[in-house]
């Protein structure tokens, strides 16, 4: 009797969980095109003049996240002056990657650096937010000729003390964690999904409306809440192996991160010892700033990114000067 309520229990969630995925799909549709590469397919929105000065910008969300979050607030303002391309990293938002196991940067970068090539984007400079973090770098390592330059925004970098939340390691579990992400975790994450991002913006307020402009609750979908749980549960061992290289990153580098009220991402063990690292680093370290840099302080990070594209494509009378 105990097990046939179980089971009932369980379809009834299998459903509700169906029908939200639709609704959540049907509310929150892709917003660019579909790009084919090699394990996958990345969904990519090209904003901003084709025909601007200097390199295009690309914006590559963190975990937990889609590229709405990047869009906002610092996407749709560059886009005035610059071709901005805003990816959805695979296995999120409307990506898709053929293996959950594809959690890596240095996979990832792989897509993402052949979806580039076919929009003939041939220099950029990559602005990375949180575990996209270890993704710039990762590219800026194994595709040089591509990463013109690099904006880290709290980003990861090195291995931390502990791990990614023991539900991410279960979500990851084969056949237990399919089960799970197929019937409470959408119910229980529309429950969840406020206070959770509430507390990545502390000690900022969360923006109103954050949570619907960000298309966030895609996350809640099974697939993309397997990829996630991938993403964060192999993260840890992937800048074990890639931080030794750090120092051969070539291209100009600026970290931006909040000091020790980032409670997310730690700012001493990563952001202060890679800008220590790599050649051409500045690092800005902000008073009182949690994870969402970009919501705390996007008048300054808008002006790095700005200063930072000025330096690689000098105007024409800094050109003739020279």
């Known amino acids: 009797m105990i097990l ?3 089971v009932a229990a369980l379809a009834i969630l299998a459903l509700i969980t169906q029908a939200g995925v639709f609704l959540l799909e049907r509310t929150y549709p892709a917003r660019g095109k579909i790009i084919e590469v090699a394990g996958g397919a990345l969904h990519v929105v090209d904003i901003g003049p084709r025909d601007a000065t200097g390199p295009a910008i ?3 969300h963190g975990a937990s996240s889609n ?10 303002r560059l886009a005035e002056n610059h071709r901005v391309i805003l990816i959805d990293r695979p296995g999120h938002g409307w990506s898709a990657r053929a293996r959950t196991g594809d959690s890596t940067p240095d996979i990832q970068g792989r897509m993402i650096e052949e979806a580039l090539g076919k929009l003939g984007v041939s220099r950029a400079v990559f602005v990375v937010h949180s575990w996209a973090g270890a993704l710039g770098a990762r590219m800026a390592l194994d595709y040089p000729q591509r990463v013109a330059g690099l904006v880290m925004l709290a980003p990861v970098a090195y291995p931390w003390p502990g791990g990614v939340g023991q539900y991410n390691r279960i979500i990851s579990t084969p056949v237990i964690g399919w089960l799970l992400a197929h019937t409470i975790t959408l119910p229980l994450g ?3 999904a406020e206070p959770g991002a509430r507390g990545v913006f502390l000690p900022q307020m969360m923006p109103d409306g954050f949570i619907q402009r960000s298309a966030t609750p895609l996350l809640l979908r099974p697939r993309e809440f397997i990829a996630n749980a991938h993403d964060l549960v192999a993260l840890k061992e992937a800048v074990r192996e890639q931080a030794p290289r750090y120092a051969e990153i070539s291209a100009p580098v600026v970290v931006i991160s909040g000091d020790g009220a980032d409670k997310t991402v730690s700012t001493s063990i990563h952001s202060r010892p890679f800008a220590a690292i790599v050649p051409n680093a500045k690092l800005i370290v902000l008073p009182d700033v949690g994870h969402m ?3 705390a302080a996007p008048e300054l990070v808008v ?3 700005e200063a930072m594209i000025a330096r690689i494509a000098p105007g024409p009378a800094a050109a003739a000067a020279n």
């Open 4 to 6: 046939t309520g179980v």
């Open 58 to 60: 690309v914006m590559i």
């Open 67 to 76: 590229l709405e979050s990047m869009r906002q607030p610092l996407g749709g």
């Open 190 to 192: 529309y429950v969840l």
């Open 293 to 295: 840099v970009q919501h």
């Open 303 to 305: 002006a790095e990114i």
